[in-house]
């Protein structure tokens, strides 16, 4: 049996399609990166960026939602959610990195491309770029931050890193020190979610990496993520047409969300499963108390081991639960309803506290394999607390869920 | 603002010894340290820009003398009753920047322990070895080899194993040992030993703990072969590679302190490595808090600074608090190790099990707290700039050696609860 | 076999009185309390079995004299460096049979720190009370006053609300104080108390420290009715209830320190209430320490005791790591709150936010692996003969004593961080 299957996951609910592109990326992605990364370890040029080519471009994730007459795949439909996850989680298996970046990818196809939200207009506009197969669009997004800007205009708090003006059709955006949410050296397109002058509805904006007036700092040194090599920006006067708009409401922002965290849970599950193989290599014939006892068979290290499987089984779980919510917007709502997205920002953090506890309980079986780059663990250990930390501060999503659940109205 | 010296730290311990050396490493650390330790990281093969502040500290401020005699030019701390008091202040002052220098600075002294310490000083050692570091400005390096391929640190398990699993061997050869095997990891390798100590048995697969021996070798001896240090997720002033021993020849009265005591002894290679495992993560914490006061203060939420939200609050107030208590316990476990007139003789099990009680418990407090921190930092707590995730990744290491949390739990149940198949 | 005393203590901490009465408590723990205890849980209303020991204790061996003067017929604690160091060993003692003794004799105490001890020693007040507790053989109980219904426990916020939702008035007519008010919760009430010290307010609404008062108030005092204890999850020994001040009637000067002053050494209720809580933790974790040892030896798994097993004994460890830190952090906090001379004036906010910050630690790892050992007990863990599950019941209520977790992370966070509004 395929080892990753001894984790339970709805597999009733996927597709055959599902299936199969699980399957073919799975050999995929251990073909081309888990296979190679112990000689290219994280390097970005030689490992992450083709590969990022293959799973986007030649793979297709990048085409998946647009319709087919502009060159899409059009699986557009909510049940697309089960197709994220199980592919999401494939990636992540390989590299964290790779899969945090395709989130946002399959994150704003999802909500532009929708089936029942189709933005014409924008696709139009928009899918070219993602489906002429000339290389992979890596999507960003520049979201409000938690206590950047004192004079910044805030949203639930949190501070809008960019200010948009609407001149006479176009959008005219300006902010200093902006932190995007992946790859800021990088990255071909960035959503930002804006304040707007002498308005209090804020705007979705799309940004080209090209746009002049855009400008990005040196690459910053992070803990994990090397498939994200992230820098901050300046924009200053960016004037983009006012189509660049995608929406102005909190639900179609929220719905956006609620896809991305699907994606990032994923991500993270996949970044669980590589510990998992990881682990079980080096269990399945390490000894402990001299020799005889195979590390697995020693009551603790066992009960250990089993926890973290405990965890990992858990996460799946609740990730897939989130793909069934959004798949399913009849029973649980729109997936920008409060409630999905609330579940979806609770789900993804639970995930990822999981996953920070379960890499912490691998490293300390491993001992100083654990921390050598050569065992290949650490990395995901740094690419999760990584993620975690750019999706956000639990305290400050803690206060959403008691917006929902409690009805408090001023956190 | 406050400093970190507003943490509690018990005052009748301290001695003047310790808060004068650590007042200057304190300046050292300013001004040699933090200014570069953001490319410590990428320096872990060439050390060129860690090497120099080790120079001026170690040979040229001269603590790489401190545990050897008075007479032989050191500072005679090998004799004091203060030893790991004073350890403690200077491992945090260091680790403040940069937790992988505080260790490589407390292994130059681990093997010396074994020769410089009462009631078991090694006095034709010391003279031996006291002309290396004492004799020069520049940083001289040592290291403890004691993991081996097979088993990893499970050889540290010496209460169980007894030694049987060693395969480092050493064999007598008329007024010589001659030494043959691998070791892996021990810090201060990868090309930058001058003096090893290296746990070897004289009789493989023996549980006598006579058969135990911990012999010096100098690195310059024929046969000694370093790798190059390893990539590790963090610590990269700390080096670490495989060491093979090829024929490697040594006299005979370079074994520590002889048959049984170097095992005897070497439970206090253990208590002392606990000890120094939690100033560091003290360390590591006193510069977080600076950090994130700085974060706290500068940031702000609905027109206020962060810290002035509840949440936020709750976040910054554990992290003090686990400061407080994980200093607190390791200025106990530091003061249990010197006043061995009050608590027994710190190579016993006993005070072995007590001191990896106290080093577990701070490094699981530690890590949970610098977790909560990164996340409460976003998309800054991974932000190499903001150092609060170069301490985290840090800081792992320390967890995980000296044999590990597991290992370090049944030490603990085998002494407190008197287990005895473990 | 291992005992309790086997966990470390600082042993330069230890008062000149610790070796008496530790003897004499442990003693009395196990002859008058431990062979009751089961059964204490349906006495919260009459105490028929818990006041006889308290006679024993308190009355008959005279501990309820050690905080007044030598020439006032009691121990001269009050003036005594060591104080601190010597109530946590007793605390210790009593808590490992009953917390909710414990804290009913610690709470017998808290009233007196405003007028016993040094610099604020109030000559006249403790010549008008020794007598009452020096001069018997029968138990006398005292409590302190603070709660109310509107605010809870946000009344001992003090350097927020700074006295100003305080509902309990005390106004001047001539040489009396006329006091009105509704108290809630306070230890030893229910009908204990012969003697309380009442948290009141000179000016409704006010928020300045000077109309904050400490006023004594004997219970037979016209007026003053204390209700039925109330029934809780646990701590039968502690009686809680409603008490009423309906023109009660008292001196001028019964008044404990004076304006400003009452506010001022409010501070040291809550340093001394917080230490006392981490000796009852760590009195607590002893006993279940105790009775695990008995359970891991007894039961069997494969043939062998279950502590042989690997994976219970990680939390055997885990259990015994965190005893060894919270008895150390909790020694440490006593040593800081007897010495003054060192760590400053008891009173002082850094010194209470100190001991909020370790007592909420200590708390939280309570709760966490005594969970974790009651899980381990599986259907024993939950089984009153098994006594684990009175001390967690016990000490989950001892959490929410004198301000939650929040509110001691608030004041953690205020002082560590300089944090202006919360």
Not at chain 2, 367 to 377: P, R, S, T, Y
Request: hydrophobic share 40%.
């Amino acid at each position: 049996m395929n080892d990753l299957e001894l984790f339970p996951y709805p597999k009733n609910r996927l597709q055959k399609t599902d299936l199969d592109l699980a399957a073919s990326l799975q050999d995929l992605v251990q073909k081309e990166i888990v296979d190679k990364r112990l000689e290219l370890k994280e390097d970005y040029r030689g490992l992450l960026e083709p590969n990022l080519n293959k799973l986007l471009v030649e793979v297709g994730l990048q085409r998946m939602f647009w319709p087919e007459k502009l060159g899409g795949e059009e699986h557009n439909g909510p049940e697309a959610a089960y197709t994220v996850a199980a592919a999401l989680e494939q990636v992540g298996r390989a590299d964290t990195g790779l899969a945090y970046l395709a989130a946002h990818n399959l994150a704003l196809q999802a909500s532009l491309a929708m089936r029942e939200n189709l933005n014409q207009e924008a696709c139009g506009r928009f899918a070219p770029l993602f489906c002429d197969g000339r290389g992979p669009v890596i999507v960003s997004f520049v979201l409000p931050v938690f206590g950047e800007d004192e004079k910044a205009p805030a949203w639930r708090g949190k501070s809008f890193q960019v200010r948009a003006r609407a001149a006479s059709g176009s959008w005219v955006l300006n902010g200093k020190g902006v932190r995007p949410t992946c790859s800021g050296a990088d990255a071909h397109l960035f959503g930002a979610w804006c304040a707007v002058e002498g308005e209090e509805q804020p705007a979705f904006i799309l940004v080209p990496g090209d746009a002049p007036g855009l400008s990005r700092g040196p690459e910053f040194k992070k803990t994990g993520l090397a498939a994200s090599r992230n820098a901050d920006l300046d924009l200053s006067g960016v004037e983009v047409p006012a189509e660049n708009c995608l929406f102005r409401g909190d639900l179609e922002y929220r719905r956006l969300l609620s896809w991305f965290y699907l994606g990032v849970s994923a991500a993270a599950v996949g970044g669980l499963l590589a510990a998992y193989q990881i682990l079980k290599e080096w269990g399945d014939n390490r000894v402990i108390k001299g020799t005889g006892n195979v590390f697995k068979e020693n009551p603790l290290t066992g009960a250990l081991m089993g926890e973290i499987a405990q965890d990992i089984s858990m996460s799946r779980l609740l990730a897939y639960d989130l793909a069934g919510m959004l798949a399913d917007p009849t029973t649980f709502g729109d997936a920008g309803s409060d409630m999905v997205y609330t579940a979806a920002l609770m789900i993804v953090h639970h995930v990822l506290a999981t996953a920070e506890r379960a890499l912490h309980r691998t490293m300390e079986l491993m001992a100083s394999a654990g921390y050598a780059k050569e065992w290949q663990l650490e990395r995901y250990w740094r690419d999760l607390k990584t993620v975690q930390c750019y999706v956000g501060s639990h305290e400050l999503a803690k206060h959403d869920f008691a917006r929902w659940f409690y009805g408090a109205r001023t956190l | 603002m406050r400093g970190i010296d507003v943490f509690s730290r018990p005052l009748e311990y301290l001695t003047p010894l310790g808060e004068q050396v650590g007042e200057i490493i304190r300046e050292w650390v300013e001004n040699e340290v933090i200014p570069y330790r953001r490319r410590f990281d990428e320096d872990y093969l060439e050390h060129r820009l860690i090497l120099p502040p080790f120079k001026k500290l170690l040979g040229e401020y001269g603590i790489q003398r401190i545990l050897f005699p008075e007479d032989l030019g050191g500072w005679g701390l090998g004799h004091s009753d203060y030893l790991c008091v004073a350890a403690f202040r200077m491992f945090e002052e260091i680790a403040r920047a940069d937790s992988g220098m505080a260790v490589a600075f407390g292994v130059v002294f681990w093997p010396l322990v074994l020769i410089c310490c009462e009631p078991h000083v090694n006095r034709r050692l010391c003279e031996e070895f006291a002309p290396m570091f004492t004799g020069t400005t520049e940083p001289v390096f040592s290291c403890l080899a004691m993991t081996e391929p097979q088993g990893g640190s499970d050889i540290e398990n010496v209460e169980v194993l007894k030694g049987s699993t060693i395969r480092t061997t050493a064999v007598q050869d008329g007024d010589e040992w001659v030494i043959n095997g691998h070791k892996l990891w021990p810090t201060n390798t990868g090309g930058v030993a001058d003096l090893m100590a290296v746990v070897c048995t004289t009789n493989p697969g023996s549980r006598n703990p006579d058969d135990i021996a911990i012999i010096f070798v100098p690195c310059d001896r024929p046969g000694v072969t370093q790798g190059p240090a390893y990539e590790k997720a963090g610590m990269a002033a700390d080096k670490n590679g495989d060491i093979w021993f090829e024929n490697v020849r040594v006299p005979l009265w370079y074994r520590a302190c002889g048959p049984g005591d170097d095992a005897k002894y070497y439970g206090e290679v253990v208590s002392l490595g606990n000890m120094g495992s939690i100033a560091f993560a003290v360390g590591v914490m006193l510069n977080i808090y600076e950090k994130l006061q700085e974060y706290a203060n500068r940031k702000v939420y609905r027109g206020l600074p962060l810290k002035e939200n509840d949440a936020v609050a709750g976040v910054l107030a554990d992290f003090a608090t686990t400061i407080e208590a994980v200093r607190i316990i390791g200025y106990q476990c530091a003061r249990m190790c010197d006043r061995q007139d009050l608590y027994g003789p710190r190579w016993s099990p006993e005070i072995v099990a007590r001191a990896r009680a106290h080093r577990y418990f701070a490094a699981d407090r530690a890590l949970e707290a610098i977790g909560k921190v990164m996340n409460l930092m976003e998309c800054f707590g991974p932000d190499r700039d903001w150092d609060v995730e170069k301490h985290w990744r840090d800081i792992k290491m320390v967890q995980l050696w000296l044999g590990g949390k597991q290992l370090s739990q049944m030490e603990v149940a085998r002494w407190f609860f008197e287990c005895e198949t473990l | 076999m291992r005992t309790i005393d086997d966990f470390t203590r600082p042993l330069e901490y230890i008062s000149p009185m610790d070796g008496l009465l530790g003897s004499i408590f442990r003693d009395w723990v196990e002859k008058e309390v431990m062979p009751y205890r089961r059964q204490f849980d349906e006495d919260y209303r009459d105490h028929r079995l818990i006041h006889p020991p308290f006679k024993k204790l308190l009355g008959e061996y005279g501990l309820q004299r050690m905080i007044f003067p030598e020439d006032l017929g009691g121990w001269g604690m009050g003036r005594s460096n060591y104080m601190c160091t010597a109530a946590f060993r007793m605390f210790e003692e009593i808590a490992r049979a009953d917390t909710g003794m414990a804290l009913a004799f610690g709470a017998l105490f808290w009233p007196f720190l405003f007028i016993a001890l040094e610099p604020h020693e109030n000559r006249r007040l403790l010549e008008e009370f020794a007598p009452m507790f020096c001069e018997t053989t029968e138990p006398v109980f005292a409590a302190l006053c603070m709660t109310e219904p509107q605010g809870g426990s946000d009344i001992e916020n003090i350097e927020i609300v700074k006295g100003s939702t305080i509902r309990t008035t005390a106004v001047l007519d001539g040489d009396e104080w006329v006091i009105n008010g509704h108290k809630l919760w306070p230890s030893n009430t229910g009908g204990l108390a012969r003697l309380m010290a009442v948290v009141c307010t000179t000016n409704p609404g006010s928020d300045d420290p000077r109309d904050i008062a400490v006023i004594y108030v004997t219970s037979d005092t016209p007026g003053v009715t204390q209700g039925p204890p109330y029934e809780k999850a646990g701590m039968a020994a502690d009686m809680n209830s409603d008490v009423w001040f309906e023109n009660v009637r008292v001196p001028s000067w019964y008044r404990a320190c004076g304006p400003g002053d009452d506010a001022k050494y409010f501070g040291e209720i809550m340093s001394t209430g917080n230490m006392g809580i981490i000796a009852w933790i760590s009195g607590a974790m002893m006993n279940i320490y105790e009775r695990l040892t008995e359970f891991v030896n007894r039961k069997k798994y494969r043939g062998l005791p279950l502590k042989e097993n690997d994976a219970v004994a990680g939390v055997l460890a885990d259990f015994a790591a965190n005893i060894e830190a919270i008895r150390i952090v909790g020694y440490q906090c006593a040593r800081m709150c007897d010495r003054h001379d060192l760590y400053g004036p008891l009173w002082d906010p850094g010194l209470v936010a100190k001991m909020r910050a370790q007592r909420y630690l200590a708390m939280d790892r309570f709760i966490e692996v005594t969970g974790r050992v009651m899980n381990l007990m599986e259907c024993f863990g939950t089984d009153r003969d098994w006594d684990v599950e009175k001390h967690w019941r016990d000490l989950k209520i001892l959490q929410l004593v004198e301000g939650s977790k929040q509110l001691c992370q608030i004041e953690t966070a205020r002082w560590f961080y300089e944090c202006r509004t919360l």
